[in-house]
């Protein structure tokens, strides 16, 4: 039986194969994207390359150039125990990164799986699984957060869970709803009829389908958990120090405002919008890119 | 009609009760004897008897979970050692606070972005369209406690208008409702920039479905002036995503109004969770997390419900 879906299988792999290519185009093709993409790329650039060029710690202190001005010495100045600003940024933003995309990947793995055998399950398991979800949707993230970070006091692969914990719950529902839809489709029934079996079903017919709904997702779950991350920091509830965060160096800044300390201020603050403008961008350009797939 | 709404509201019962247990198996997930981490600083051991009788903890933990449950129900949300006071009357305090900042940026928020999204998409592609939307995006990817940090500086450092934090002068001897009010600007100001980029986006696209729509040619076609045609024809119809979109924003402009309320210092709901997080006070997170998962929950059964009732399509 199965050997002889075969054929039929392969020529919708096909299918879904001969889009790549407009796919990527059409992604490309947006000014926006563009923009999103090169923003990101610069971010990656100053966070990695940025201190292989500029070889200044970020954790020494400098205690006879406590909050200086910026100088040739230290472009950004200093803050109030004389770390060097731009220092910290950069290697602020290799933890913003890394844990925003292992964040939203371990997301997007566990909301996928999640929602798909959800959907698929339907009946009174898909009910009471999408329940569980509805009920930690109503409490606002940051709540759960907060209280997670202050009980456990996460170092860095514990933040990656944490944040995922929240993250999950928006992507499993698209999912499961992407595979309701998908569920009652012509070909699934077919396939269902020659006798596949639902695991394989799951995997050759629905996982290419919502793949795209997953890359989406995922993307401004990125975008999110950099800016719970950096939230979490401003709160005075993200990684202990001495790893410097974009989050808490706005926090310190903030004690120093009537100071006019403006480079404890302003650079870490771009630097939270430059990474959400420029996930952000990316996301939409994504979408738009499957929207017209699909229409 | 009434059905429909009954049954919504059963519906939600469920979910009601599963904000409950979160809450109260976020508490248990924490290492240690709770008796101990809920008196903290204040642990003594004639209090410590006290509290285990009150909270039953000497029951098995699902019993434990009524007696807590029972309480609630009652009004009771259990005793803060940090400020010596009932929960439930720190949270009645507060909560005025949350409700007038959050209510009034809403309110200016809705407002605005229904008038700019459906001027932009009047106007689509023209110059004001695409600087509208650069402006939005940049509000809608704008992290809050951020830009409230710029609003303090440009409008109580640079420009000395507004107090930068509090809900009162201290130095004035009477303090009236202007001082009040002044007060207010900026954590409104906050919340409203950036609830309205996200809501003037979807605005947007709404509108611009409307207007190509059957029923807007035939009002024109009919000679219904352009005002007409876009106010009360396409924009009736535009308007109605909104309100479940007020629904499910709930909870970011919740945690919004959290982070708003850190930075100026203002004693709202946010800010008595921040400070007991940060105090470690359970009576009180355990509180303000089952009353922050009341709120979404009715405030989606809310706009579910009105989206029924302005909506003659809908049927049940």
Known sequence: MIQESLPLEASLVETIKDERPKFIHRFWKSGMTKLGVFLLLFLVLFSYVGPLIYRHSAINSHLLATDASPSAQFPLGTDSVGHNVLAQLMVGGQSSLEVGFAAAIVAMIFGTLYGMISGMAGGWVDTVMMRFVDILLSIPSIFILLFLNAVFQPNIFLMIFVLASTAWLGVSRLVRAEALTIKNQLYVEAAHAIGTRTLRIMVRYLFPNIIGTVLVASTFQVADAILYMAGLSFLGLGLPPPTPNWGGMLSDGMNYMFQNSWWLIYPPGLCILIAQVSINLIGDGLRNAIETRER | ?316
Do not use: C
Request: cysteine-free.
């Open chain 2, 1 to 316: 009609m009434i059905k429909y709404i009954i049954r919504r509201i059963l519906e939600s019962i469920p979910t009601v009760i599963g904000v409950t247990i979160i809450s109260f198996v976020l508490i248990h997930i924490v290492p240690g004897n709770p008796v101990r981490i809920m008196l903290g600083n204040h642990y003594t051991p004639l209090r410590a008897a006290e509290l285990t009788k009150t909270l039953g903890l000497n029951k098995p933990v699902w019993e434990q979970y009524f007696i807590w449950l029972g309480n609630l129900l009652q009004g009771n949300f259990g005793f803060s050692y940090t400020y010596e006071k009932p929960v439930a009357s720190l949270m009645l305090q507060a909560l005025p606070h949350t409700i007038i900042i959050v209510v009034v940026a809403v309110l200016l928020a809705h407002v605005f972005a229904v008038f700019l999204g459906s001027v932009q998409a009047y106007f689509e592609n023209s110059k004001f369209d695409q600087i509208a939307t650069v402006i939005n995006y940049f509000f809608y990817s704008m992290p809050s406690f951020w830009l409230a940090v710029l609003l303090v500086i440009f409008f109580s450092i640079d420009l000395p208008w507004l107090p930068s934090g509090g809900i009162v002068n201290t130095q004035l001897s009477n303090p009236g409702f202007g001082d009040w009010a002044k007060h207010l600007i900026l954590p409104i100001a906050t919340l409203f920039l950036v609830s309205v980029a996200g809501w003037a986006r979807y605005m947007r696209s709404s509108m611009r479905e409307a207007l190509l729509q059957d029923y807007v040619r035939t009002a024109r076609m009919k000679g219904s002036r352009e005002f007409r045609v876009i106010f009360i024809h396409a924009l009736r119809n535009s308007i109605l995503p909104l309100i479940t979109l007020f629904g499910l924003s709930l909870p970011a402009l919740l945690s919004g109004a959290l982070f708003v309320e850190e930075v100026f210092n203002y004693p709202g709901m946010g800010l008595l969770y921040w400070d007991a997080v940060n105090a470690r006070d359970y009576p009180i997170i355990m509180g303000v997390t089952v009353f922050v998962g009341l709120v979404t929950v009715i405030g989606n059964l809310i706009a579910d419900i009105l989206y029924g009732l302005v909506d003659p399509r809908i049927q049940y």
